[in-house]
C-alpha cells in the first residue's frame, strides 16, 4: 500500500532551493532564484533584504502593495513567467487568510510561493453494501491535471469570500447541488502540505468537509470541469489511492484523512501514524 507515496509526493522541498520573500517585515513566501533575480530588477517594486527579497510598494499599504503585485503580474504574464492569470485575488499572509497583507492573482501565488487556501468535499452515500464515495472525473480539456480523479466537490479561496458562500458556490458549480443541501457539510479539518514545483512553491491548506447524500442524489457538473462521476465503494477509492496515479495529487490526501477518519485506514496499518501526522505538516519548512 503506498499510502505514504502519496503524501511524499506533495512535501518535496529541500532546503536551499528558494530565496525568502517579505512583505512588510514579514517572510510570506519563497522565490526560486531565477525570479528572484528578475524581481529584483525592478527598481522601486522590490529591494534586496538581509535574506532575500522585499516588497517595496508605496504607498506601504494594502492597497498599495496589491497594486504593485497587479502590475508585476502583468509583466510576468508578458515575459513568459506565467501562462494566464485566474483573475481571482489571493492573500499574501504569513498566518490565515485574514491576516493577508495584499493579494496577489491566484495564478501567481506558486511563483512567489505564498499559502494557498482551499477547500475539499468528501460526498459519500450510506448503502446496504457499505460506504460509497462520489468521485468526479476531471475533464480532458482541463489545463491543470485533465482526466484524473477528483473529490466531488473541490475549489480555491479568493481573498474577501467567506467560507460557506464560497463552498455554497462550488457545490453549484462543480455538482449541481442546491444551497440548503451543500449547507449540510461538516467541516472535518483541513490537510497541509508544502510543495516545491518547477514553478515555485505551494505550501497549500485544504479545508475538508465531509457531506452524506441522500441515495438518490446524483451529481452533474454546471461548470465544464468534470466530464463524468462515478459512485464507488470506499474500498475501490482507496486502492485507487495506493496503487494507482489516477487521482490529482492533492485529492489523494483528502481521501486519505477520509479514511483515517471513517476507519478504513486503522491503528493497525503499519504505517498509521506517519499517514496521520503526514497529513499536517508544517506550512513553512526550513529554508
Known amino acids: 500500500m503506498a499510502y505514504l507515496d502519496r503524501i511524499r509526493a506533495l512535501n518535496n522541498h529541500r532546503p536551499g532551493t528558494h530565496v525568502p520573500w517579505r512583505v512588510a517585515g514579514q517572510r510570506v513566501g519563497r522565490l526560486r532564484p531565477e525570479l528572484a533575480a528578475w524581481l529584483l530588477g525592478r527598481r522601486g ?13 508605496a504607498p506601504d499599504s494594502f492597497s498599495g502593495r496589491s497594486a504593485v503585485l497587479a502590475e508585476v503580474v ?11 492569470v485566474q483573475g481571482e485575488p489571493y492573500p499574501v499572509t504569513a498566518g490565515g487568510r485574514d491576516e493577508a497583507l ?26 446496504a453494501d457499505g460506504l460509497h464515495l462520489w468521485i468526479g472525473r476531471r475533464a480532458a ?23 460557506a458562500d464560497n463552498l455554497a458556490k462550488e457545490c453549484a458549480e ?18 497541509t502540505y508544502a510543495h516545491a514545483t518547477e514553478e515555485g512553491f505551494k505550501p497549500d ?23 463524468a462521476f462515478h459512485l464507488l465503494p470506499v474500498e475501490e477509492v482507496a486502492r485507487r489511492v495506493a496503487d494507482t496515479e489516477e487521482f490529482k495529487p492533492n485529492c489523494n490526501l483528502v ?16 504505517e498509521y501514524l506517519d499517514i496521520v501526522s503526514g497529513l499536517h505538516p508544517a506550512l513553512d519548512p526550513p529554508m
Open 45 to 57: 517594486a522590490f529591494r534586496p533584504a538581509a535574506d532575500g527579497v522585499a516588497l517595496a510598494a
Open 74 to 84: 502583468v509583466d510576468l504574464l508578458a515575459e513568459g513567467w506565467l501562462p494566464q
Open 102 to 127: 495584499c493579494v496577489v492573482d491566484r495564478a501567481a501565488a506558486v511563483l512567489f510561493g505564498v499559502r494557498a487556501f482551499g477547500q475539499h468535499l468528501n460526498g459519500y452515500v450510506r448503502r
Open 141 to 163: 480539456d482541463r489545463r491543470q491535471w485533465p482526466g484524473r480523479l477528483d473529490n466531488l466537490v473541490a475549489g480555491g479561496l479568493p481573498h474577501g469570500v467567506g467560507l
Open 174 to 191: 462543480e455538482a449541481g447541488m442546491s444551497r440548503e443541501l451543500a449547507a449540510g457539510a461538516r467541516p472535518v479539518g483541513a490537510v
Open 205 to 227: 491548506v485544504l479545508y475538508c468537509y465531509d457531506l452524506e447524500l441522500p441515495a438518490d442524489f446524483a451529481p452533474r457538473c454546471t461548470d465544464g470541469e468534470v466530464a
Open 255 to 270: 481521501v486519505l484523512d477520509f479514511l483515517v477518519r471513517h476507519g478504513v485506514v486503522g491503528p493497525d496499518h503499519p
